[in-house]
């Protein structure tokens, strides 16, 4: 009771808590999930695009729709509301695993490591093979990861690993 309130700022940790780092071998593992939910993630933005136009073009002309036109219309603002939804459902999914949609025009997502205690991402977006990149949080940047940074876990390396 007879300490006085310092700024909470004062006392914020520098670097990020171990369970927000990702390795890149953890992040290379979760791809395979990740590459799925983005995929769904761009067409569904696609789709929703497109009957956002659709539906604007609907309600230009209301006052002279009719039935079916009305009917258009209606279930266009149905299916935009659905397609949010889903949009918003996959976004939170990218969120429990961890993963960061960095750039949502070209998909690009962060998975997020350390990188000389700064918060950074290893980064990846549809039509790339794999992670082979990264960039710091506060830079748009993206650089090559280095090899080092590729380290196969025990179970590859174990004697025996490569038999057929």
Not at 43 to 62: G, N
Not at 94 to 100: K, R, W
């Amino acid at each position: 009771m007879g300490r006085s309130n310092r700024n909470q700022a004062d006392q914020t940790p520098e670097v990020l808590i171990q369970e927000d780092v990702m390795t890149w071998e953890l992040a290379a593992s979760m791809l395979p999930l990740v590459r799925r939910i983005v995929d769904d993630l761009m067409a569904s933005d696609r789709q929703l695009l497109l009957i956002e136009e659709k539906r604007d073009l609907l309600f230009q002309k209301r006052s002279s729709l009719d039935w079916k036109g009305r009917s258009d219309l209606y279930h266009s603002q149905d299916e935009i509301k659905r397609l949010s939804s889903h949009l918003r459902g996959l976004l939170v999914e990218l969120e429990q695993v961890g993963i960061t949609l960095l750039d949502a025009e070209r998909g690009m997502i962060g998975f997020p490591t350390l990188v000389n205690n700064r918060r950074a991402f290893f980064t990846w977006r549809p039509g790339e093979a794999g992670i082979e990149w990264w960039c710091y949080s506060s830079e748009p940047d993206r650089r090559h990861v280095p090899q080092s940074w590729k380290k196969e876990s025990w179970h590859k390396r174990a004697p025996g690993a490569n038999a057929a």
